[in-house]
């Protein structure tokens, strides 16, 4: 229930070092529903602290704020962040954030990135247009699916096409759980397929 009386205790939680680390995290998660300015300051200032646990908190956070005003902060600590789960979570945030500049973010590190982090890029983007559906985003993860040499970030893709709800994968989605070797791989193509919804042929 989010309120000014929830906000003021969550930060004070979520600042008190003599708590446990995950009472602080999940005050920090709860930060999500704050509008304030003041207190969207200390969640970026979170994000670019010392203790990693908190640094994903504070980005599971702003990501849920849906805030475009944070956005220059979530990709300053993308580019500052040296753990990479932990630059996978700001990712995810910047995606969630959405609008045409974290669009042209996450494509250029889909382009440019490590595997790694062009994994979380595809899988940001997915969340980015799941509501927009937008063609050329899919038309973006299916490119980069291709010229994708690494076997292990081919599940994020799918995922990827699921989450943009793209028809264009299906066939390609269908095949993979049919044929796939890997139980997993054939796990992320039917999660992909369910992602992308509608009727589907006999035996998919």
Same mark, same amino acid.
Do not use: V
């Given at each position: 229930a989010p309120s000014p009386e929830l906000e003021? $205790? =969550? $930060?004070? %939680? /979520?600042?008190?070092e003599s708590l446990s680390p995950s009472v602080r995290c999940r005050a920090v998660e709860a930060l999500g529903s704050a509008r304030d300015p003041k207190t969207l =300051?200390? %969640?970026q200032t979170i994000l670019s602290g010392p203790r990693l646990d908190l640094r994903r908190s504070a980005a599971i956070a702003l990501g849920v704020t849906r805030d475009a005003s944070v956005l220059p902060a979530l990709q300053t600590a993308h580019e500052l962040e040296a753990e990479g789960l932990t630059r996978g979570f700001v990712l995810i945030a910047i995606g969630r954030i959405g609008g045409a500049k974290a669009h042209a973010f996450l494509a250029r590190i889909l382009r440019e990135g490590q595997p790694v982090e *062009?994994?979380? #890029? =595809?899988? /940001?983007? &997915?969340v980015l247009a799941r509501e927009t559906r937008d063609p050329e985003t899919s038309k %973006?993860? *299916?490119? =980069? %699916?291709e010229r994708e040499k690494h076997a292990q970030s081919r599940g994020a893709y799918w995922l990827a096409c699921g989450l943009v709800r793209d028809e264009g994968s299906v066939d390609l989605l269908? &095949?993979? $759980? *049919?044929?796939? #070797?890997?139980?997993?791989?054939?796990?992320y193509a039917a999660t992909a397929l369910t992602l992308i919804g509608g009727p589907r042929p006999a035996g998919i």
């Open positions: 003021k $205790l =969550a $930060l004070e %939680l /979520a600042l008190d =300051a200390k %969640l *062009r994994r979380w #890029a =595809a899988i /940001a983007l &997915g %973006l993860l *299916r490119d =980069a %699916l269908a &095949g993979e $759980l *049919r044929t796939a #070797a890997d139980p997993r791989a054939r796990m």
